[in-house]
């Protein structure tokens, strides 16, 4: 029996020790804001869906999808225009989704981003776009990105961290996005702010918080900062 190899035929310039892009991880305010999905099949649903967030809680992102056929699944929030494409569907966008099943759509998309100085990202093919999605996993006010430079490598670590999540985190953002206002603008000097927030994001006042609730922790930051206890008392009226 003849047994032939087969071979996989790498591009000229393939280079396996390329080094990574110079990508930079940011959290975006889109607030007010518009985004343009040019698309309107699944992957258009999860960017929408990702944009808008669960059950519209951030219905201040404009979002504007272009397709002539636009999937029931895309949010309500979501303004939907039934066209074919066209360059000035982009006017007014701050960031552009080219998420068709044309490459040629998407290529113009692309192009035509770029004539905008707008940030496009290509479904298709992510290394021709600006920017890509990372896996992300949601919790209230915290966000958990992950980019392991492969889509489905990435989705599994993100798994791996929300099946091993603990709800305290949350419960201590909810309780640090009201208590850190005030430090902020309280008149403690710099560095005794610094440190009252440094106790707060500690393991030993998530289990105060998880053991006795928002009034435990905001003694137990008392008991070690009596200077807070007018700052206590004002985010308890």
């Not at 930079?24 to 929408?48: E, H, S």
């Not at 961290?161 to 953002?173: E, G, M, P, Q």
């Not at 440094?198 to 998530?206: C, I, K, Y």
Request: net charge neutral.
């Amino acid at each position: 029996m003849i047994v032939r190899r087969k071979w996989t035929v790498l591009p000229a310039n393939y280079n396996i020790k390329t080094p990574m892009p110079a990508t930079y991880p940011i959290l975006l305010d889109l607030c007010g804001r518009t985004v343009v999905i040019v698309g309107g099949g699944n992957v258009a649903v999860r960017k929408a869906q990702g944009l808008i967030g669960s059950e519209g809680s951030r219905p201040s992102v404009r979002v504007r999808v272009i397709a002539r056929e636009i999937s029931d699944a895309i949010p309500r929030e979501v303004e939907r225009v039934n066209e074919v494409y066209r360059a000035d569907h982009l006017d007014g966008a701050t960031l552009v989704f080219a998420a068709t099943d044309s490459r040629e759509v998407n290529e113009a998309v692309v192009r035509d981003a770029r004539t905008r100085d707008v940030l496009v990202s290509r479904a298709d093919d992510p290394d021709d776009g600006d920017f890509a999605v990372p896996a992300i996993h949601r919790d209230g006010p915290i966000t958990i990105t992950v980019s392991a430079n492969s889509p489905a490598l990435s989705a599994f670590i993100r798994d791996e961290i929300a099946s091993n999540w603990d709800t305290s985190y949350r419960t201590l953002a909810d309780e640090m996005r009201v208590l850190r206002p005030l430090i902020i603008a309280s008149e403690l000097a710099a560095t005794r702010r610094a440190d009252v927030l440094r106790s707060l994001a500690t393991r030993d006042a998530m289990d105060v918080l998880r053991e006795g609730g928002s009034t435990a922790l905001r003694g137990w930051l008392v008991s070690r900062y009596p200077e807070m206890k007018s700052i206590v008392h004002a985010c308890s009226r």
